[in-house]
């Protein structure tokens, strides 16, 4: 059965750098979603995400997309269905309301929703800085629907990974992806 790897969380959290680390270490690639937001430093086009115009966002057909202030975000279903085609597990990163939508909407089964978090929100704030995000940029992040708290009824489906030391992230994850490919 094909899976998917939803990964969700605050801000500065760390679901980038732990869909990196999937795609490297275990070929596990993300599926890139549609946003009208700037690109940040570092990010690239087609890699980060397609990075596109209001015009060219209203074009396309989405699965689910959202808006975020000034920005839309959005994936498609054909993203998803073209990944699953070569690969049998696939990582997406989406806010709260994008894991309702690809709960609903897929088989239970093939969904594993990983939400990520810091045990403080200074940590948050301080990777977020170090990060080079400006300090509006950091004050709007941790204070709005950016922080995609664990709502209640999710709190049953999902894998709750605390990502504050790295190396036990990534012996978390690698017991995670071991599970994911003998199911
Ligand atoms: N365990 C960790 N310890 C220290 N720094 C970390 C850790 N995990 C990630 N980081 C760093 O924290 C910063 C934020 O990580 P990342 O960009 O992956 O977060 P994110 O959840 O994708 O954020 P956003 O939703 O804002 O895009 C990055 O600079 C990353 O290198
Ligand atoms: N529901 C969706 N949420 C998405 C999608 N692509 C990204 N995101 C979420 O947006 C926020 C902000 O992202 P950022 O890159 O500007 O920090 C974050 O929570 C992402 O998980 C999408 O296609 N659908």
Request: glycine content about 6%; charged content about 30%; cysteine-free.
């Amino acid at each position: 059965m094909k899976k998917i790897i939803l990964i969700a969380g605050p801000s500065g959290a760390g679901k980038t750098t732990i869909s990196n680390y999937l795609e490297r270490e275990y070929g596990i690639p993300r599926v890139i979603t549609h946003t009208t937001r700037p690109k940040r430093e570092g990010e690239v086009d087609k890699e980060s995400y397609f990075f596109e115009t209001n015009e060219s966002f209203n074009k396309l057909h989405f699965f689910e997309h959202i808006k975020y202030g000034n920005y839309q975000y959005g994936s498609s279903k054909e993203a998803l269905e073209a990944m699953w085609k070569k690969h049998d597990i696939v990582s997406l990163i989406v806010d709260i309301q994008g894991v309702k939508s690809y709960l609903s909407k897929l088989d239970p089964e093939q969904v594993y929703f990983l939400y990520v978090t810091t045990s403080t929100m200074d940590e948050l704030r301080e990777r977020l800085i170090n990060r080079g995000d400006s300090k509006e940029m950091v004050k709007k992040r941790l204070s709005g629907s950016e922080l995609n708290r664990l709502p209640e009824d999710l709190k049953q489906t999902a894998h709750i990974l605390l990502n504050d030391k790295w190396n036990e992230t990534e012996s978390d994850l690698n017991t995670i992806v071991t599970k994911l490919k003998q199911n």
